[in-house]
């Protein structure tokens, strides 16, 4: 049975492929990108059918997705921690897409059960909305 470590080496090797990437976790498993709401975006993705769609959104995105540079710095059979890059063009505005991500992933019975990631949304809003920071909703009232 895969560990941890080596199901997210197998993940970031396979961003490319969504249908791939959806079969690496466990039919009721979730990717979780918790800041993204800070934009007004979903953050998080329930069950193979919706990891799929969003590796395969994020291709339409950003077709040069490709994870680099990974290094895990946590490494247990059932949890590890890794931050890698991404260095592409956003299609829609022609920015670049320059992120430093961090990861966590939980692994049952040798599928993914949970990966959460955090990454720059300030990178994010420059390079994916037409006038960059500006277009960053306002928080909700508490």
Avoid: C
């Avoid at 993705?45 to 590796?55: D, N, P």
């Avoid at 895990?72 to 022609?94: G, M, N, S, W």
């Amino acid at each position: 049975m895969k560990t941890a470590a080596q199901l997210l080496n197998e993940f970031l090797s396979l961003t490319r492929n969504p249908k791939e990437v959806a079969a690496l976790f466990t039919e009721d498993g979730v990717v979780e990108l918790p800041y993204l709401a800070d934009l007004g975006m979903q953050w998080q993705y329930k069950g193979r059918t919706e990891i799929a769609s969003l590796y395969a959104l994020l291709l339409q995105l950003v077709p040069e997705w490709e994870f680099r540079d990974a290094v895990v710095l946590i490494d247990t059979p059932e949890r590890a921690f890794a931050e890698y890059k991404v260095d592409a063009l956003a299609v829609a505005t022609q920015r670049p897409f320059k992120q430093h991500f961090f990861g966590y992933i939980h692994v049952e019975n040798g599928k993914i059960k949970l990966l959460r990631e955090a990454l720059n949304i300030v990178a994010t809003a420059r390079a994916f909305f037409p006038n960059g920071l500006a277009d960053i909703p306002q928080p909700e009232a508490a």
